[in-house]
C-alpha cells in the first residue's frame, strides 16, 4: 500500500471530522465507525494515528489547549494593565472564547469519563495555575492591586473553582444553581483580598453554559 506522504493533513481530517460530530451528535452518541465513514477513510489509515475514540478526542483537546495557550498569553504579557485588571481579563477571555463552547458541547459528562477529568485536573496543576494565573498574581501583588498572599495556592484555588465547580460537565446544575454559585465564588474571593472576578455578563455566561446541557 502507498505510503501517506501528507500524514499530518490526515490527523487533520480526522480531528475536524471529529470535533464537528461530536459537537452535533455528542461525544457518547458518535462512534469510530461514524468517523470512518464521515472521513472516508480505511479503519487501518484511523488506527495508524488513533487508538481509540478518546484518543481523538485527547488530540482534540490539545490542539484547542494550544490555540488557547496562544490567545491566553497575549493577555498574561500585556505591559498596560496591572494584575487585577489582568485577572479579570483573562478569567474573561477563557470564559468568552469560542473555544469555551466548543469545549462544552463535545466533552461528554466528566464524572462519567474520570481519563478526561484528570486530564483536566492535570492541565490546572502542571499549566494553567503555574503559567498564568500565579505570574498575574504575582505581578498584582508587586504593583499594589492584589494584596493577598501565598499566590500559588490562590492561583490553584482559582482554577480549581472555575473549572472544575463552576464547570456544568463536572457537577450539573441549573441555571439558578450556577449564578448562586458564582455569588458564592466572588464572595470567596472578596474575602480573600482579590475581590468580585465574575461581573453579571460572566455570571450570565457561566448560567447560558448550563442551558446548553
Not at 461525544?27 to 470512518?36: A, F, G, K, P
Not at 484518543?55 to 490567545?71: M, P, S
Not at 485536573?121 to 498575574?136: D, G, H, L, R, T
Not at 455578563?201 to 447560558?208: P, Q, R, T, V
Request: negative net charge; contains cysteine; proline residues 4%.
Amino acid at each position: 500500500m502507498a505510503r501517506n506522504k501528507y500524514p499530518e493533513e490526515t490527523v487533520k481530517l480526522i480531528l475536524d471530522v471529529a470535533a464537528r460530530l461530536f459537537a452535533e451528535k455528542g461525544y457518547d452518541r458518535t462512534s469510530l465507525q461514524d468517523i470512518i465513514n464521515e472521513t472516508k477513510l480505511s479503519k487501518g489509515a484511523i488506527y495508524h494515528h488513533f487508538a481509540s475514540k478518546e484518543d481523538i478526542l485527547e488530540a482534540i483537546f490539545d490542539r484547542i489547549g494550544a490555540e488557547n495557550t496562544a490567545v491566553l498569553a497575549k493577555v498574561r504579557d500585556d505591559k498596560s494593565v496591572n494584575g487585577l485588571e489582568k485577572l479579570r481579563s483573562i478569567i474573561r477571555t477563557a470564559v468568552c472564547h469560542a473555544n469555551q463552547s466548543l469545549m462544552l458541547t463535545i466533552t461528554p459528562d466528566l464524572l462519567e469519563n474520570p481519563r478526561f477529568l484528570s486530564l483536566q485536573i492535570s492541565q490546572i496543576y502542571e499549566m494553567v495555575a503555574p503559567n498564568f494565573i500565579e505570574p498575574i498574581l504575582r505581578q498584582g501583588m508587586e504593583d499594589g492591586s492584589i494584596p493577598i498572599e501565598h499566590p500559588k495556592e490562590i492561583a490553584e484555588t482559582i482554577m480549581i473553582l472555575t473549572n472544575i465547580w463552576l464547570n456544568p460537565l463536572v457537577n450539573q446544575t441549573d441555571a439558578q444553581g450556577m449564578r448562586e454559585r458564582c455569588n458564592t465564588f466572588n464572595h470567596l474571593m472578596s474575602g480573600i483580598g482579590i475581590g468580585i472576578l465574575l461581573d453579571e455578563d460572566l455570571i450570565e455566561a457561566y448560567s447560558g453554559f448550563c442551558k446548553q446541557q
